[in-house]
């Protein structure tokens, strides 16, 4: 994520960030469409059983968040 950062025309924004990944989520309608008015947040727990709490931006048709996923091993979306 970090190296598609430096390629990105506001770069000087997001300088400080120190996210490794991003995650995104599609919500859909029973009939396919996207959800646009939606509230979406993420609860990831680490490896080390640390659980880090990030709400998601709308995104085109979805909705993203930046997440510290640094430690080598499992991480778990939690619902």
């Known amino acids: 994520m970090q190296k598609q950062m430096t390629k990105m025309k506001n770069q000087s924004q997001m ?3 120190k996210a490794s990944h991003h995650l995104m ?3 859909t309608k029973p009939d396919g469409q996207a959800l646009d008015q939606a509230k979406v947040g993420y609860l990831v727990e680490g490896p080390n059983g640390i659980k880090e709490k990030q709400m998601g931006m709308k995104m085109r048709d979805g909705f993203g968040a930046d997440l510290h996923m640094e430690e080598k091993g499992t991480y778990s979306v939690i619902n």
């Open 15 to 17: 300088a400080g960030m």
């Open 25 to 27: 989520v599609y919500v």
